[in-house]
């Protein structure tokens, strides 16, 4: 079963989507017809499967609003009626599916397709008086979404799922969260028959009898439409200078043209310019379920020149729809590989988990010989992976140098043989590669499942995506079944591991500079790529006076002198180290301008223009705190953080201030203020925690002004708490307090409570106070003031259970967004778990298979979701008593 993803979007966003004539309604259901007291969705055709009469548990009916008064819903999409899965208390006016386990399907009637009410005959072939029985065209399903299941990430319960005729368009089930509005949700386009009936069906299964007291599913508005004309194709994959490359453009929705014999869309390039020899079809057939056409070329030089070629695709279908994309063609110079890790018998510093050995007994191939390492158990061909339950395990190689080769791509090479389960519509018997830098995170590049069935003896090729930028990689093979089930099958066998590096052309990449200003310090890292690093850096003698170059690192650095100005060109060159004579010039001009800067600094030198006091976490670093901050190229930068954790949680409240000298404001009467950060603090929307601000203040006379803060973020500021990325802020310009002759400026972080501090915290680089011509008032607003939150606190009530079959676990202290409670008896075996929206969850003390459970002690563990963090208590117990 092929899974499509879908288009949500909240309120009516989307109607603008369906604008200017285009993506007609060829069928509609609002449920408006349904009538009280039955609501029967007979009346309108729709049909229930199984039949209610015979399998109470389809709870499918029609519903009005009203009855769901005690719901406090929004809206409905249009009118009053829905159709609904559950059934409504009329006592209460909610609604609930908790009746054991349920499922049922809702089925639509049959839909008769007619593009004659969108298609004109003369638009797909001019001798044409009508429209096929067996022309094809692209449709998608509308339709309005509001659910509210349990919500269990480790399982898959209270699945809904939509399809068309026997394709699944949409699904969602307890791993995906409840939301308590109507979502909009529009399927990929769908190929249908014109004349040719098709049914919409509406599936929900609860799959067990547990945690089903919430309101349901709720549909209305299904329609079936046109389907706009989309790119499927993103982006294009980069090509290399003397190797054959293929690209396949796809486009699937709205009505093909017919050309000769065959269907599809006109393609043209509207703008920009195609390599040389790269012919794009004017035609794009229908192939299957899209239109497709696939471009064989193969750039070579002098004819095709390395860099990057935009063009802009044009395709139009038979309604004279018009979609655009823009794509980007990165052409690569020819590649050097070299072998830099070779391993055969694992017997170095390999390290070994589950089922993973060296087996001597290996299936036969003229290319492998034994031993090599296997997941299973038992002696080929007498092996397998089957242990009654859930196995995985990890085959890890040592630490493998790479520092030589920054720049260059790491590509994994093994060859391997596998028999595992064969199941296409869910991933089952993982086997995986994946590789970690200094320590790092592990990062997957390579994988197959049970849905890409076995395999004789293959070899097998994953690149890392990005370019190196570490010291030490290790690899890593993985086999997970994911279940206990079919897993008597002769498992992994792996041999002949190897790592490569492959390098490019050596070439200095090629930017402006940024301008320099006469007697302000000044830092720029030239970069290249290719060729065998170490590189080695050198300038000709026209570089600007008090400027030099680092000729190990590639750095140009110091202050320019202070007669300087105007363009000043010089050349750069850059070695590698694979062979001397190998070298790469290029021309580069720098700027230098009049001074306007009163004070910059980008922490090269450590804090030595900041006061040492009051500074918290904050301190100068090179190294990143977690490996999603990325550092490259820029040197130090100031931090306030712990580089040994990656986070600002000390236990307690935490603040500090990183203060700048004071610093002459050279006759300014404007300043800006300019500087780079990257951040990531809570998520908490009452805002005023995690407080991160900039503060400038002047020395007036003899006496120093107050503080005023010209730049500020905190826990709910902007919409997205935390940038994640490198970001330039600029504040300002202001004027200058009359009278001031020097000033300072200062960043300051403020946790203002020991809650969810296990963040990154806040880096800051580059920071830049400049004259400027005009301004404004400094401002006067002040910060947002809030109180520390106080102790959260667990509990269930009643504890112990006495009298009762009842107890709800309470969470106090925070405002919660779910709770998640999991009970365990004192050997540690899991016999209960549930979950919940808000701070409470009740519990009728029965185990996982609703027996009520046995009087005794028993511990939980309760887990509370604010904002993007889960909080986990402690172990605590309770006693049954009944």
């Known amino acids: 079963m092929e899974r499509r993803k879908v288009l949500v979007l909240l309120g009516l966003a989307m109607l603008?989507?369906?604008?200017?004539?285009?993506?007609?309604?060829?069928?509609?259901?609002?449920?408006?017809?349904?009538?009280?007291?039955?609501?029967?969705?007979?009346?309108?055709?729709?049909?229930?499967?199984?039949?209610?009469?015979?399998?109470?548990?389809?709870?499918?009916?029609?519903?009005?609003?009203?009855?769901?008064?005690?719901?406090?819903?929004?809206?409905?999409?249009?009118?009053?009626?829905?159709?609904?899965?559950?059934?409504v208390d009329s006592a209460t006016g909610k609604g609930t599916y908790d009746d054991g386990r349920v499922g049922g399907s809702l089925l639509s009637p049959p839909i008769t397709i007619d593009f004659s009410k969108a298609i004109k005959p003369q638009q797909i072939a001019s001798n044409l008086l009508a429209i096929p029985n067996d022309y094809k065209a692209f449709v998608a399903i509308r339709f309005w979404s509001l659910r509210e299941v349990e919500y269990f990430a480790s399982g898959e319960y209270d699945v809904t799922q939509v399809m068309v005729n026997s394709k699944e368009i949409w699904r969602k089930s307890s791993k995906n969260v409840s939301q308590r509005v109507w979502?909009?949700?529009?399927?990929?386009?769908?190929?249908?028959?014109?004349?040719?009936?098709?049914?919409?069906?509406?599936?929900?299964?609860?799959?067990?009898?547990?945690?089903?007291?919430?309101?349901?599913w709720l549909i209305d508005d299904v329609e079936v439409r046109i389907?706009?004309?989309?790119?499927?194709?993103?982006?294009?994959?980069?090509?290399k200078i003397g190797e054959t490359y293929t690209v396949s453009f796809r486009a699937v929705g709205g009505a093909p043209k017919k050309q000769d014999n065959d269907y599809g869309v006109t393609a043209r390039v509207v703008s920009g310019q195609l390599p040389p020899r790269f012919q794009l079809p004017s035609f794009w057939k229908l192939d299957g379920g899209e239109y497709s056409a696939d471009v064989p070329w193969k750039p070579t030089e002098p004819e095709t020149q390395v860099g990057e070629y935009t063009f802009t695709i044009e395709i139009e279908d038979a309604l004279g729809q018009k979609a655009q994309r823009t794509f980007t063609l990165v052409v690569t110079p020819a590649e050097q590989v070299g072998v830099i890790f070779k391993e055969e018998n694992f017997a170095s510093g390999w390290e070994m988990t589950g089922l993973w050995h060296i087996a001597t007994d290996i299936p036969q191939t003229p290319s492998v010989e034994a031993p090599?390492?296997?997941?299973n158990k038992g002696v080929y061909p007498n092996c397998d992976y089957d242990t009654g339950n859930r196995t995985y395990g990890y085959l890890t190689s040592p630490e493998i140098d790479v520092s030589r080769y920054p720049g260059s791509m790491l590509r994994v090479q093994f060859i391997h043989w596998r028999e595992v389960e064969s199941y296409e519509t869910y991933k089952?018997?993982?086997?995986?590669?994946?590789?970690?830098?200094?320590?790092?995170?592990?990062?997957?590049?390579?994988?197959?499942?049970?849905?890409?069935?076995?395999?004789?003896?293959?070899t097998e090729t994953a690149e890392v995506e990005i370019p190196l930028a570490a010291n030490k990689v290790r690899i890593r093979f993985g086999f997970d079944s994911v279940d206990g089930q079919n897993n008597k099958y002769k498992g992994w066998f792996l041999d002949n591991v190897q790592l490569s590096i492959a390098t490019n052309k050596l070439e200095i990449i090629r930017q402006r500079l940024p301008e320099a200003e006469a007697g302000v310090p000044y830092y720029y890292k030239f970069s290249a790529r290719g060729g065998i690093p170490p590189y080695e850096w050198e300038a000709d003698s026209r570089l600007p006076k008090g400027l030099q170059l680092d000729r190990a690192t590639g750095v140009l650095w110091g202050t320019p002198a202070p007669e300087l100005k105007g363009d000043f060109p010089f050349t750069v060159t850059v070695k590698d180290s694979s062979n001397p004579q190998q070298k790469v010039s290029q021309d580069f001009t720098l700027t230098v301008r009049e001074k306007t800067t009163i004070f910059s600094d980008g922490f090269e030198d450590g804090l030595g223009n900041w006061e040492g006091e009051n500074l918290g976490l904050w301190h100068v670093t090179k190294a990143p705190p977690k490996p999603n901050v990325d550092l490259s190229g820029r040197g130090n930068v100031a931090y306030y953080g712990k580089d040994e954790t990656g986070n600002y949680n000390t236990g307690a409240r935490t603040y500090g201030y990183l203060t700048s000298?004071?610093?002459?404001?050279?006759?300014?009467?404007?300043?800006q203020v300019t500087f780079d950060y990257w951040r990531e603090v809570e998520f908490y929307g009452a805002g005023g925690y995690d407080q991160t601000y900039v503060q400038v203040r002047f020395l007036i006379g003899t006496s120093w002004s107050t503080w005023y803060t010209v730049w500020s973020r905190d826990c709910a500021t902007p919409s997205?708490?935390?940038?994640?990325?490198?970001?330039?802020?600029?504040?300002?310009?202001?004027?200058?307090?009359?009278?001031?002759?020097?000033?300072?400026?200062?960043?300051?972080?403020?946790s203002v409570d020991r809650f969810y501090n296990n963040y990154v915290g806040w880096l800051i680089d580059n920071v830049k106070v400049a004259k400027a011509t005009s301004g404004s008032p400094l401002p006067t607003s002040s910060l947002t003031l809030t109180a520390a939150r106080g102790e959260i606190t667990f509990q269930n009530i009643p504890n112990p259970v006495r009298d009762v079959h009842t107890t709800t676990f309470v969470v106090r202290g925070v405002e919660a967004e779910r709770i998640r409670v999991e009970v365990y008896d004192l050997a540690g075996k899991l016999v209960w778990k549930g979950e919940a929206l808000g701070n409470e969850l009740t519990w009728h003390t029965e185990d996982l298979t609703g027996l009520p459970l046995a009087n005794g002690?028993?511990?939980?563990?309760?887990?509370?979701?604010?904002?993007?963090?889960?909080?986990?208590?402690?172990?605590?117990?309770?006693v049954i008593l009944r």
Do not use: C, H
């Open 16 to 87: 603008l989507a369906w604008a200017g004539g285009l993506g007609q309604t060829l069928w509609k259901e609002t449920f408006e017809g349904l009538t009280p007291p039955a609501y029967d969705l007979g009346l309108l055709n729709w049909k229930l499967d199984p039949n209610p009469a015979t399998d109470p548990s389809n709870l499918w009916r029609g519903v009005d609003i009203a009855q769901l008064w005690g719901e406090g819903l929004p809206a409905f999409p249009s009118g009053t009626k829905a159709a609904y899965f559950g059934k």
């Open 183 to 216: 979502e909009e949700v529009v399927s990929d386009p769908v190929l249908v028959q014109q004349k040719g009936p098709i049914s919409v069906t509406f599936n929900f299964d609860s799959v067990d009898q547990f945690a089903n007291n919430y309101l349901g």
């Open 428 to 458: 089952y018997d993982l086997t995986f590669v994946e590789v970690s830098f200094d320590g790092s995170q592990w990062k997957r590049i390579w994988e197959k499942s049970s849905a890409d069935g076995s395999n004789d003896w293959i």
């Open 661 to 671: 000298n004071p610093f002459a404001l050279d006759g300014a009467s404007f300043f």
């Open 227 to 239: 389907a706009p004309l989309t790119f499927k194709t993103e982006f294009l994959p980069s090509a």
């Open 857 to 878: 002690v028993y511990l939980y563990k309760v887990y509370v979701k604010v904002g993007e963090a889960w909080i986990v208590s402690d172990v605590k117990k309770l």
């Open 372 to 375: 090599s390492a296997a997941y």
């Open 720 to 750: 997205t708490p935390s940038e994640k990325a490198w970001t330039t802020a600029t504040s300002g310009p202001y004027s200058v307090p009359s009278g001031a002759i020097k000033m300072q400026i200062r960043f300051v972080f403020d």
